[in-house]
């Protein structure tokens, strides 16, 4: 008789708030590295990342987005690649990574229009 083993509910238990734990880990964890600050000419520090850096690397990784899902088309239509599933994919990772990069741009076009609205 095959019998099913069960483990006891405290070791399931256990395993799962390792697993929970594990995951909080991951999720607390800062999304981008931490950037030590050293001391530049002048004395000043240098501090994070500026915005314009972090958008700028944003806009060339949708390029690489779409440049990557352009040669995927490009090897269906001229018959070198039977991969119509993956080029889809990455046409349509191409197309939400750019709509997620004009949202943040309308975003940070809606927020300075409001600060230029302020009055001192």
């Known amino acids: 008789?095959?019998?099913?083993?069960?483990?006891?509910?405290?070791?399931m238990q256990t395993e799962m708030?390792?697993?929970?734990?594990?995951?909080?880990?991951?999720?607390?964890?800062?999304?981008?590295?931490?950037?030590?600050s050293t001391?530049?000419?002048g004395g000043l520090a240098v501090s994070s990342p500026s915005f314009s850096h972090i958008m700028?690397?944003?806009l060339h990784?949708?390029?690489g987005y779409e440049h990557t899902a352009q040669a995927q088309q490009t090897a269906i239509d001229m018959?070198?690649?039977?991969?119509?599933a993956?080029?889809?994919i990455a046409s349509q990772q191409a197309s939400l990574s750019f709509s997620a990069l004009v949202q943040v741009r309308n975003k940070v076009a809606s927020g300075i229009n409001d600060l230029m609205s302020m009055s001192i």
């Open 61 to 63: 990784r949708v390029d």
């Open 79 to 84: 018959g070198k690649s039977d991969d119509l």
């Open 56 to 58: 700028s690397s944003a």
């Open 17 to 36: 708030m390792q697993d929970m734990t594990q995951m909080r880990t991951v999720a607390d964890a800062p999304v981008l590295p931490a950037m030590h």
């Open 86 to 88: 993956g080029a889809m």
């Open 1 to 11: 008789m095959n019998t099913l083993m069960i483990s006891p509910a405290s070791t």
């Open 39 to 41: 001391p530049a000419a």
